[in-house]
């Protein structure tokens, strides 16, 4: 016989089973708590069947029912406007170099808006506004709620009876409006004829708050039917519940005031969601809606620093809110607001230079103010920051406004040098940008210095020594800003000896392709010998190249070497126009 436990084991033997027992029921807890946290972002509804107090179950789901996306296919955000590729050319920022083929890949952003609401004509047009721009870019940002199908038993949405529409659940009214001239498409009795109604439009939660900052004006009409199939009362629900699980979880507050907002009770949505951002700076939706909601109320230094907040939790928004800020550079008071924050540089701002789109004359016009602005406060563009804005701007065919963005960011000991050409003598150390000389600074076959001029100390020259061998030059280049009328281009050359068949030429182009001017050729050996060509800027030539080439038709007349110094590059207007080419042969 087995012997029975001791009197005093009986406690012990309890005390174990009560450990094992509460071990067994944490492990549950920890492993429900578990799988509903994976689960809450594809199924909100099943997280919660499995733990009811599930708080990122529950604000998924109230992101669901806010945001109503019945397509899980969100749009490629990776193309342009116009459906193309955005071209990303090689080189530290981007760009190949190469002056012309930089402003060939220069590609436009979203199109430039102004401040203020959108008017009926706008949206009837697709006119892109701060509001509505907001609802068309980029989908939700990355650690934020992921739109999610508002089916609570998961899977397909049911059928609204005898209608073949989709419904929100838990019987909530119908998100596909009627299809307009359906019933024309298929004839009665035809249903094999019938024409498949549309989806709804699939809004993001930050689209649906861009669309509630201004409920007195209307959205387009398709978003505007899958807003007003929201369940307002069941999101506050779900909003209340959070509060009553977890009073410090501020996506509660946040949900209500969302409610609030698509109710029209802006008044009550502001004091949410600023209770939200006055416990946490890492609520993008709230400091989204805060951000607009000052913007509509032009207090732009509070909505920059909301907007500051977000983006410095989810830099991918810059494309979402790139039309409000391009907006805000137009305007004075806005473009103050927020050249001050970017004074302090944000880590977004290099983001928000490369997703301007300048490109817009509207906005390429305020380019130059934005840029002096920027000066005066201390923090001018960087060449990275800048030439990408102004290379867009001449590919527009706004040269001009490129050119006083260009003379706006320039420091003041520079302005001297301001003239048809830029630097001509080469007494400055050259930038990156594109009014400015593009020398580059790794290619083989040749060494360029800039410095003092041989045989000239008191003058300073760029020098070029060819190490021999074959080399297709053309890579000394800068864009110009020129008017239609004659002009004579002129500098002096110096070389101890440069060896090649044909010789060195400056050339002007008004097309990658359409040369309007050459200097006579350039070889041997010269002591500062003066050159000088006159020629004519077409009518709609509205900007143009100015490049030194080897003046090769073939390889074998790409064979180099020697030495070649050049300075006093310029370009002045001329009375005298240029001598008539000769008639053709036979003519």
């Not at 094999?192 to 861009?210: C, D, M, R």
């Not at 199939?229 to 699980?245: H, T």
Request: charged share 20%.
């Amino acid at each position: 016989m087995v012997a029975a436990p001791a009197r005093g084991s009986w406690w012990r033997i309890g005390l174990v089973g009560a450990i094992a027992l509460g071990t067994l029921f944490m492990c549950v807890r920890v492993a429900q708590h578990g799988i509903s946290y994976r689960l809450a972002q594809f199924r909100p509804d099943l997280a919660l069947m499995i733990d009811g107090s599930s708080t990122d179950a529950l604000v998924a789901l109230a992101d669901a029912k806010l945001s109503l996306s019945t397509d899980s296919d969100s749009d490629d955000t990776s193309e342009t406007d116009d459906g193309s590729t955005p071209i990303a050319p090689a080189g530290d920022d981007g760009y190949s170099g190469d002056a012309a083929t930089d402003a060939a890949a220069a590609t436009a952003g979203p199109p430039a808006t102004p401040l203020g609401n959108p008017t009926a004509s706008d949206v009837s047009a697709g006119v892109a506004t701060p509001v509505h721009a907001l609802v068309s870019v980029v989908p939700p940002p990355a650690g934020s709620p992921q739109p999610t199908d508002v089916a609570v038993a998961g899977g397909p949405m049911p059928k609204a009876p005898g209608t073949g529409q989709e419904q929100v659940a838990q019987g909530g009214p119908s998100i596909v409006p009627p299809s307009p001239g359906a019933a024309d498409a298929a004839p009665s009795g035809q249903p094999g004829n019938a024409v498949a109604e549309p989806k709804a439009p699939a809004l993001s939660l930050q689209q649906t708050v861009a669309m509630s900052v201004f409920p007195g004006i209307a959205p387009p009409a398709d978003a505007a039917a899958t807003l007003s199939s929201i369940d307002l009362d069941g999101v506050a629900a779900i909003g209340r519940r959070l509060l009553e699980i977890d009073p410090l979880d501020t996506r509660g507050l946040r949900i209500l005031g969302m409610v609030a907002s698509l109710r029209g009770d802006t008044d009550r949505a502001r004091a949410l969601m600023q209770a939200v951002a006055d416990r946490t700076r890492r609520d993008v939706v709230a400091e989204i809606w805060l951000a607009l909601d000052m913007v509509n109320r032009e207090d732009y230094a509070n909505a920059i620093a909301h907007m500051d907040n977000a983006l410095r939790v989810s830099p991918d928004l810059i494309g979402m809110l790139q039309p409000v800020l391009a907006a805000m550079i137009r305007t004075d008071d806005a473009r103050a607001a927020l050249v001050a924050r970017l004074a302090t540089m944000p880590p977004w701002r290099k983001a928000l230079f490369t997703n301007l789109d300048s490109a817009n004359p509207d906005l390429g016009k305020a380019v130059p103010q934005f840029f002096a602005d920027l000066k005066v406060a201390g923090a001018p563009p960087s060449d990275v920051e800048g030439r990408p804005i102004i290379l867009k701007m001449i590919k527009a065919g706004t040269s001009h406004d490129a050119y006083s963005a260009f003379m706006a960011q320039l420091q003041d000991d520079r302005l001297d040098s301001i003239s048809n050409v830029f630097n001509g003598d080469f007494r400055y150390p050259v930038t990156r940008y594109p009014f400015d000389w593009w020398i580059p600074t790794n290619r083989g076959g040749y060494v360029i210095t800039l410095g003092r001029a041989p045989d000239a100390p008191e003058s300073t020259a760029m020098t070029i020594e060819f190490l021999g061998g074959r080399t297709p030059f053309r890579d000394v280049s800068q864009w110009l800003a020129l008017q239609p009328g004659n002009y004579v281009l002129s500098g002096l050359a110096n070389s101890p000896g440069l060896n090649t068949l044909r010789g060195m030429t400056w050339r002007v182009y008004c097309s990658p392709n359409k040369n309007v001017a050459e200097t006579p050729l350039l070889r041997g050996q010269m002591s500062w010998q003066h050159f000088e060509q006159i020629f004519t800027v077409p009518d709609g030539c509205t900007e143009q190249l100015l490049r030194l080439e080897l003046a090769a038709r073939v390889p074998a007349e790409e064979e180099v070497s020697g030495i070649i110094s050049f300075t006093n590059i310029a370009i002045q207007h001329s009375d005298v126009a240029p001598p008539a080419p000769p008639p053709a042969a036979g003519g």
